[in-house]
Every structure is written in structure tokens, then in C-alpha cells.
């Protein structure tokens, strides 16, 4: 059985696509494509598919993953191509790789976001930004099915700041852009929970719901406080494959 791990976008108005209407989406790509999958065993079998940390509804993202296991082999790039095509624009998969390496679910530990304030003033965000970080404690409240819950989201916060001025916004119209690096605890951390903390600590307001987007999400490295690429494991395990029988014919033969 080949496993095959994909890398997909949420862009434009595909962000308000929620996970479920995803799978539903994905699943008539795959069987468009062809791609022959690898189904369940009992009364309902359904496709082998393990989806990974999606992103939440009206959130776009550069970097969702997935994970499906085929019957029969099939070239991760020309798979990519099916699949992409078999999708609606929006939903887009960039990126395919054979499966050669366990834990995938496991190197997606933190995630970077964008997050694009229009009508703040880029100072006042950084204001805010400086008095988040100071905190030794930033207490949000979120609705959940079981009534208000109040939890601390600083801990979770591996780094925020500003960043420049968006290059396709009008000048005269102020919008800051931040920049979250947050890593992936319970009770989950969202980017809507660090704009509730924001207000808290800082009192900033958007006039208008924040535009936010994952840019990637992976491994996170705590001496660099970066993202690693979750699939580079696996492309690393390929090349070493397919050096190792070329390092073997062209190694020199011994005596007779």
C-alpha cells in the first residue's frame, strides 16, 4: 500500500469552505481522478484518508495536509496534477510527496499566521503587540458547546510582531499586518483568540474582521523559534533512496 502526503491552499472565498465541506469536495476529486484508493473494512467502508490540524472555517491557508494510502502505486506529482484539476479553484493542491517517513500528524506541533488588520494603524498595533508580549498572562474567553471558557493564550504564543505595509491596500487607508507564530496546545490557541487578546491587554478594536491566513505550519524549533517543513523528511528519505543505487554503480570494484 503507497501512502501519499498532499500539501493544499484554502484561498479567496474557499477560506469559508469548513472541513466538512472539504472532505466532501475532496472525496468527489478523488473519485474523478481515479486515484485508486484504499477503502476501510466493516459495513460503511469509506477512503483512507487522514486529515491533519485543518484550519478553522473563514480562515484562508497556504498550508493544509493530508494524508491518503492507495491500492496501487501512482507518481505523487502526476497524482498532484489530477487532483488539483479535480478540485474548484481555490482549493488548490500545490504539493505531493510519497509517504516514507511515520508521524506526520506529529511534526505539525505550530503554525504561522498572517494576520491583516484594515483600519488600524500600524503603530497602534505594534502598541498592542509590545503589551501582549510583556504579559505574563493573557486571559481570553471563547464560546464552546459546553458555555463560556476562559483560558490563558500567552503561553502558547511563540512569537508575534508587526509586519510591512500590504503592498495591494490603498496608502491612504491605514491596515497593520501581524505576524503569529503560535504553537499547537489544549485547549487550542486560534488567531481570533490572540485578536481577543489583544483587545484585552492593549484595547485594539478592529473596525472589521480581521483577513487571516496560515502560511505554514510544521515542526517547531525552539533555539530558532521557526517552522520546519513537515514534508521534508519525507523528500529527504526519497533522494537518499534513489542516490544510494547510484552511489553503488559508480563505486569502484575491488581487486580480483
Known sequence: MQRIRLRYTKRGRLRFTSHRDFQRAFERALRR???????????TPHPKVSYANAAPTGTGSEAEYLE?????????????VLLDESLPAGLDVVEAVEARTSGLADRLTASVWELRLDGVDPADAERAVEAFTRAETVEVQRMTKNGVRTFDARPAVAGLETHGSPADRPTDQPCAILRLVVRHVTPAVRPDDVLSGLRAVA??????????????????????GTVTDPLAPDREAATALT?????AATAPEGPA
Open 33 to 43: 481522478a481515479g486515484v485508486p484508493m484504499a477503502y476501510s473494512a466493516g459495513f
Open 68 to 80: 491518503i494510502a492507495l491500492t496501487e502505486p501512482r507518481d505523487p506529482e502526476t497524482l498532484r
Open 203 to 224: 484595547d485594539l478594536a478592529p473596525p472589521v474582521p480581521a483577513a487571516v491566513t496560515r502560511l505554514a505550519q510544521g515542526l517547531f524549533d525552539e533555539e530558532t
Open 243 to 247: 542516490a544510494a543505487p547510484a552511489a
